[in-house]
């Protein structure tokens, strides 16, 4: 009779993690070295320290800087005194609601116009070259030059340029840049003309993009012009539409060219935006002003605007890529 020798279990299927950890090698500094890490080290590193030098450099000496008293010259520490000061000063509330005002303007003006006439310009069948060059014309105009030019058009004389062409239909002259009232929305409308150009040629970009099987197939069910927009075209750009909606809100927050130039924030302060209040925080006299005010006002508005980034990807991060 023989004797039959218990089975042994079955060893247990290996996990594809106990796999992978018994595979994978280990790393040590030789073998970091003899992998080329060391060349890799030194090919990276003077991009890196450029970086660091142009980049974080001037960003940790910006935050020094803001908790000192200094005109460049003589320096105290002073912590947080400048972050109080310029937290309680009326003066940064007023830029912080002209700053907003004319975000809000140039985003209801400026952010629909560009998509608008990229459609538009994407069904014209001749001359589309033609039509792009001219689209984008000023931007390769100079901003100071462009600004200038402006400031010519909206002279509130009867004679000036605007003022002339609302008189062939019987509107009288305008004050334009000289009203408090009037000044803002001016210089939307010129710092709108002068960026839709770039904005257009990211949209026709962004239009070949699209399958033209959508449309057809749309135009099958009936679809109009404006129907094909709403329910092809911007749901295609959605990705592209987010991305420049918060390149706009972070150039308007920072617009200081044409409130300098047109205005020097007049009448009345009506203009005066928060790059303009930095800029007569620091260079208000000849001997130089408080720049360590002046640089707390700039790192409140760069942890505004990041943390306004953060949360506007936070929130869109689904809906552009649904």
């Known amino acids: 009779m023989t004797a039959t020798l218990p089975e042994r279990p079955a060893a247990a299927a290996a996990t594809p993690a106990a796999v992978a950890a018994r595979r994978r090698p280990r790393r040590s500094p030789l073998t970091w070295y003899r992998g080329g890490g060391l060349a890799n080290l030194l090919f990276v590193l003077p991009m890196v320290f450029v970086f ?9 000496q910006s935050v020094v800087m803001s908790l000192q008293k200094t005109n460049m010259i003589v320096s105290d520490w002073v912590g947080f005194d400048n972050y109080v000061a310029v937290m309680t000063d009326p003066a940064l509330g007023r830029a912080v609601i002209n700053t907003v005002y004319f975000a809000v303007l140039a985003l209801v003006l400026g952010f629909p116009l560009p998509l608008f006439v990229a459609v538009l310009m994407s069904e014209v069948r001749r001359g589309k070259g033609l039509y792009s060059a001219l689209a984008y014309l000023p931007v390769v105009i100079p901003p100071v030059v462009a600004v200038l030019l402006w400031k010519f058009f909206y002279s509130a ?11 062939w239909f019987g509107i009288p002259p305008q004050p334009w840049i000289q009203s408090a009232v009037q000044a803002m929305p001016s210089l939307v409308i010129e710092a709108t003309w002068a960026a839709a150009g770039g904005s257009i040629i990211i949209y026709l970009a962004a239009l070949l993009s699209v399958p033209p099987e959508l449309y057809d197939a749309a135009e099958v069910d009936g679809a109009g012009i404006w129907r094909k927009i709403w329910h092809v075209t911007i749901p295609q750009l959605r990705g592209i ?5 918060i390149l706009q809100v972070l150039a308007t927050a920072q617009v200081f060219l044409e409130p300098f130039l047109f205005t020097g924030g007049g009448p009345a302060g009506a203009t005066k935006t928060i790059l303009l209040y930095i800029y007569d925080k620091a ?3 000849s001997l130089g002003g408080d720049y360590g005010e002046a640089t707390a006002v700039s790192v409140l508005l760069a942890i505004v605007l990041a943390l306004l980034s953060w ?4 929130l869109t991060n689904r809906w552009s890529t649904s």
Do not use: K
């Not at 660091?52 to 940790?60: A, C, D, E, G, L």
């Not at 000036?160 to 008189?167: A, D, M, Q, R, S």
């Open 52 to 60: 660091f030098f142009f980049s974080w450099s001037p960003i940790v």
């Open 157 to 167: 004389d009867p004679s000036g340029v605007f003022n002339t062409v609302l008189g």
């Open 241 to 245: 539409l987010f991305i420049m909606l």
């Open 283 to 285: 260079f208000r006299n």
């Open 311 to 314: 949360v506007y990807f936070r």
